[in-house]
């Protein structure tokens, strides 16, 4: 039998196999549920991430702990990055109709493969975005406006790779952006510890999603659409160490700005996930062959651990 009939109807080629959109959502929201990569949520772990990084750094340096409002800038923050990472992907695939349609990879989209029309996925964008914005409506004043200062980075990404060979720069500041958000919604003000997860976060992405274009290297090359990937080629893997470098030099300047005056103990646990997070990509790094898609795949996806590991010891350090 072939990989084509052995697909669910209308599954994107690079979906997870077996997700849950394709196995149990009612067949009338799938092609929907496909436009926001509900059936590829390492997006929206990557989105989420900085976040976490922010809002439970935020908690340690203020030594307060872990209480009811962190407890919902936690779950807020889930429900936006997957509001707002799916508000992105759908305007994404608006304007990269015609590309995708190109590329072997996303020619099985919702909007290329005819399972949404342009005017249908608008109207699921502006739906995904009024509920993101409702619940962006229930944090502080100044992160609000943080949280729609982050629109002008989602509406210039989609176009960054007709114009400049380092679009991931240009995701990179959007998928980033909650490292401030959360900061100030938890802090009431925006803070240097913030910017610099912000910077970090950036060199992060650059780092995961320039192993995520290798992918398209030879399609990108054909229609003429930029990339790190294509632009650093058989130099990749000299950047993406450059790239780790950063990041783990930024977050840990993150760290010892923000807990300078609490214990040793926080510290030392925000430091060593800062440090885990380096030894991830390091293995990644390892690991990699620009010229296996499928491996290409799989680093992406791992990432959700790389960046899970400071989240979690921020977390700890929070509670102590």
Same mark, same amino acid.
């Given at each position: 039998?072939?990989?084509?009939?052995?697909?669910?109807?209308?599954?994107?080629?690079?979906?997870?196999?077996?997700?849950?959109?394709?196995?149990?959502?009612?067949?009338?929201?799938?092609?929907?549920?496909?436009?926001?990569?509900?059936?590829?949520?390492?997006? /929206?772990?990557?989105?989420?991430?900085?976040?976490?990084?922010?809002?439970?750094?935020?908690?340690?340096?203020?030594?307060?702990?872990? @209480?009811?409002?962190?407890?919902?800038?936690?779950?807020?923050?889930?429900?936006?990055?997957?509001?707002?990472?799916?508000?992105?992907?759908?305007?994404?695939?608006?304007?990269?109709?015609?590309?995708?349609?190109?590329?072997?990879?996303?020619?099985?989209?919702?909007?290329?493969? @005819?399972?949404?029309?342009?005017?249908?996925?608008?109207? %699921?964008?502006?739906?995904?975005?009024?509920?993101?914005?409702?619940?962006?409506? /229930?944090?502080?004043?100044?992160?609000?406006?943080?949280?729609?200062?982050?629109?002008?980075?989602?509406?210039?990404?989609?176009?960054?790779?007709?114009?400049?060979? %380092?679009?991931?720069?240009?995701?990179?500041?959007?998928?980033?952006?909650?490292?401030?958000?959360?900061?100030?919604?938890?802090?009431?003000?925006?803070?240097?510890?913030?910017?610099?997860?912000?910077? @970090?976060?950036?060199?992060?992405?650059?780092?995961?999603?320039?192993?995520?274009?290798?992918?398209?290297?030879?399609?990108?090359?054909?229609?003429?659409?930029?990339?790190?990937?294509?632009?650093?080629?058989?130099?990749?893997?000299?950047?993406?160490?450059?790239?780790?470098?950063?990041?783990?030099?930024?977050?840990?300047?993150?760290?010892?700005?923000?807990?300078?005056?609490?214990?040793?103990?926080?510290?030392?646990?925000?430091?060593?996930?800062?440090? @885990?997070?380096?030894?991830?990509?390091?293995?990644?790094?390892?690991?990699?062959?620009?010229?296996?898609?499928?491996?290409?795949?799989?680093?992406?996806?791992?990432?959700?651990?790389?960046?899970?590991?400071?989240?979690?010891?921020?977390?700890?350090?929070?509670?102590?």
């Amino acid at each position: 039998m072939s990989e084509t009939r052995e697909r669910p109807e209308g599954q994107v080629a690079d979906a997870v196999r077996g997700n849950w959109v394709d196995r149990l959502a009612p067949a009338v929201t799938r092609p929907y549920l496909r436009l926001s990569r509900a059936d590829r949520p390492i997006g /929206t772990w990557l989105l989420l991430l900085p976040c976490w990084w922010a809002l439970f750094l935020a908690a340690a340096a203020g030594g307060s702990g872990i @209480g009811t409002n962190e407890l919902w800038l936690f779950a807020g923050a889930a429900m936006g990055a997957f509001l707002m990472r799916g508000a992105g992907c759908t305007w994404n695939d608006i304007t990269d109709r015609d590309i995708d349609a190109a590329v072997a990879r996303t020619r099985s989209r919702p909007i290329p493969s @005819g399972q949404v029309s342009v005017k249908q996925a608008l109207l %699921w964008l502006v739906a995904q975005s009024l509920v993101a914005f409702a619940i962006l409506l /229930t944090f502080n004043l100044s992160a609000i406006v943080l949280g729609i200062a982050s629109l002008a980075t989602v509406a210039i990404y989609p176009f960054a790779k007709r114009f400049t060979w %380092w679009p991931q720069v240009f995701l990179g500041l959007a998928f980033n952006w909650g490292a401030l958000l959360l900061w100030t919604a938890q802090t009431g003000q925006l803070g240097w510890p913030a910017v610099l997860l912000y910077l @970090g976060g950036i060199s992060w992405t650059l780092f995961y999603d320039t192993i995520y274009a290798h992918q398209d290297r030879e399609d990108d090359a054909l229609i003429g659409v930029k990339s790190t990937a294509r632009l650093f080629a058989q130099n990749t893997r000299a950047w993406l160490r450059v790239f780790l470098i950063a990041t783990v030099g930024l977050l840990g300047l993150a760290v010892l700005l923000a807990l300078g005056d609490a214990s040793i103990l926080a510290l030392v646990l925000a430091v060593a996930g800062v440090w @885990g997070m380096g030894w991830h990509m390091l293995w990644q790094l390892q690991q990699l062959d620009i010229d296996d898609p499928a491996t290409c795949l799989r680093l992406f996806r791992a990432n959700r651990d790389t960046g899970l590991i400071p989240a979690l010891f921020f977390a700890v350090a929070a509670l102590l």
